[in-house]
């Protein structure tokens, strides 16, 4: 079928991307699902630090490929008989059903995917990092050349083709702007609280870096109780963790004034300096969570003796070790509840051309979830 999406060209492009230009928006065509995949019509997809990485070439990946990997939809087509149990989807997944697509697949039998989260899908991995689906191969062709897949999803689209293990069904009452943040940024923050972190009754949560993720977990952490402390540089930022329930707001260079230190601290900044800060602010036998993807040539300072005389644990998170099909629902009970009020994390809603500006403003650091959404009577 033709669709129409946004296809990055090339990796490290010069900012500023409004000029530069790295997105080409047009028309695509996208093959039917095979076997164990899935047609959904995008509704919404959000722009996240991760696709930013990308495009400004911290995280190498191949291209022409078409970027997003946070997005909500609904099922337009299956590429099985419906009803048929896949791993990882819902068994009665039916054209018509709202979806939430995640950016791991997860095969199910690799021995990744019996650390009920805690490492992602060797299979899963290896596909995204082809820029396959994890079926093998690509959907997506442009003028009879293969286009890559962004973390199997490629989000940024009218329509995308994934595999079932990527998607996990939510209900009508669950509108696509919420919906669409919880495959990445309530996932990776709220994970990174509840499934690395796991703060105590009573225990304070600290979040260094208060971005879409950041802010995601700070979000989880109020909404199950916790008092949170919350860091970043931006004086915009701060404040609006104060609106949403931070009772302590600094920047790092103001953190020791306050005495403040969290047993457990969550950094999701994505930046060494950012790294060192969430060990700073983690008290003597706490946990420090990281789940921000820095550059790969970027070094933090550790003192091991503090880690060791003060019984310190520090523990990588990648998409918050998250099992999607089992925490989805949980978020989603929260936000029911009125106690998780996701859609603060949109900070603006742009159009599928306006990417490479886009980007401009996610590096400059003022973004929470600038939101892509799309008309459902939207053509190529």
Same mark, same amino acid.
């Given at each position: 079928?033709?669709?129409?999406?946004?296809?990055?060209?090339?990796?490290?492009?010069?900012?500023?991307?409004?000029?530069?230009?790295?997105?080409?928006?047009?028309?695509?065509?996208?093959?039917?699902?095979?076997?164990?995949?899935?047609?959904?019509?995008?509704?919404?997809?959000?722009?996240?630090?991760?696709?930013?990485?990308?495009?400004?070439?911290?995280?190498?990946?191949?291209?022409?490929?078409?970027?997003?990997?946070?997005?909500?939809?609904?099922?337009?087509?299956?590429?099985?008989?419906?009803?048929?149990?896949?791993?990882?989807?819902?068994?009665?997944?039916?054209?018509?059903?709202?979806?939430?697509?995640?950016?791991?697949?997860?095969?199910?039998?690799?021995?990744?995917?019996?650390?009920?989260?805690?490492?992602?899908?060797?299979?899963?991995?290896?596909?995204?990092?082809?820029?396959?689906?994890?079926?093998?191969?690509?959907?997506?062709?442009?003028?009879?050349?293969?286009?890559?897949?962004?973390?199997?999803?490629?989000?940024?689209?009218?329509?995308?083709?994934?595999?079932?293990?990527?998607?996990?069904?939510?209900?009508?009452?669950?509108?696509?702007?919420?919906?669409?943040?919880?495959?990445?940024?309530?996932?990776?923050?709220?994970?990174?609280?509840?499934?690395?972190?796991?703060?105590?009754?009573?225990?304070?949560?600290?979040?260094?870096?208060?971005?879409?993720?950041?802010?995601?977990?700070?979000?989880?952490?109020?909404?199950?109780?916790?008092?949170?402390?919350?860091?970043?540089?931006?004086?915009?930022?701060?404040?609006?963790?104060?609106?949403?329930?931070?009772?302590?707001?600094?920047?790092?260079?103001?953190?020791?004034?306050?005495?403040? &230190? /969290?047993?457990?601290?969550?950094? +999701?900044? @994505?930046?060494? #300096?950012?790294?060192? %800060?969430?060990?700073?602010? *983690?008290? $003597?036998?706490?946990?420090?969570?990281?789940?921000?993807?820095?550059?790969?040539?970027?070094?933090?300072?550790?003192?091991?003796?503090?880690?060791?005389?003060?019984?310190?644990?520090?523990?990588?998170?990648?998409?918050?070790?998250?099992?999607?099909?089992?925490?989805?629902?949980?978020?989603?009970?929260?936000?029911?509840?009125?106690?998780?009020?996701?859609?603060?994390?949109?900070?603006?809603?742009?159009?599928?051309?306006?990417?490479? &500006? /886009?980007?401009?403003?996610?590096? +400059?650091? @003022?973004?929470? #979830?600038?939101?892509? %959404?799309?008309?459902?009577? *939207?053509? $190529?």
């Amino acid at each position: 079928m033709r669709i129409t999406g946004a296809v990055l060209e090339r990796t490290g492009s010069p900012a500023p991307f409004a000029t530069s230009r790295p997105f080409t928006v047009g028309p695509l065509d996208l093959d039917e699902p095979r076997a164990g995949e899935v047609l959904v019509r995008i509704e919404a997809a959000g722009v996240c630090h991760s696709d930013l990485s990308v495009v400004d070439g911290n995280r190498v990946r191949p291209t022409p490929m078409l970027l997003g990997h946070e997005a909500a939809g609904v099922v337009e087509a299956l590429g099985e008989t419906p009803g048929e149990a896949v791993h990882g989807s819902p068994d009665d997944l039916r054209v018509g059903d709202r979806v939430v697509l995640t950016f791991l697949p997860r095969c199910g039998t690799c021995p990744e995917c019996a650390t009920d989260g805690r490492l992602p899908c060797r299979v899963g991995s290896a596909a995204n990092t082809q820029g396959a689906l994890v079926g093998g191969g690509t959907r997506l062709h442009r003028d009879g050349q293969d286009v890559h897949h962004h973390l199997g999803v490629s989000a940024f689209a009218t329509h995308a083709v994934v595999s079932r293990t990527s998607v996990v069904r939510v209900d009508h009452d669950v509108p696509p702007d919420v919906a669409a943040l919880l495959g990445c940024a309530v996932l990776t923050g709220g994970g990174a609280v509840v499934n690395a972190g796991r703060p105590r009754t009573g225990d304070t949560v600290a979040v260094v870096g208060l971005g879409g993720v950041g802010m995601a977990a700070l979000l989880v952490a109020v909404a199950l109780g916790h008092e949170v402390v919350g860091i970043d540089t931006r004086p915009d930022k701060l404040a609006a963790a104060r609106r949403l329930g931070a009772s302590v707001a600094v920047e790092p260079d103001d953190l020791g004034a306050t005495g403040v &230190l /969290a047993p457990v601290v969550v950094e +999701a900044a @994505g930046s060494a #300096r950012a790294f060192e %800060t969430a060990l700073a602010a *983690t008290a $003597p036998g706490g946990t420090t969570v990281t789940v921000g993807l820095p550059a790969p040539a970027a070094r933090a300072s550790v003192s091991p003796l503090t880690l060791t005389t003060e019984a310190r644990t520090v523990v990588g998170s990648y998409l918050g070790s998250a099992v999607p099909e089992r925490d989805i629902p949980r978020y989603v009970d929260l936000w029911r509840a009125g106690r998780l009020p996701l859609e603060a994390l949109v900070s603006s809603r742009i159009a599928l051309t306006d990417l490479d &500006l /886009a980007m401009d403003r996610l590096a +400059a650091g @003022g973004e929470l #979830r600038q939101l892509i %959404t799309f008309d459902e009577r *939207t053509t $190529p």
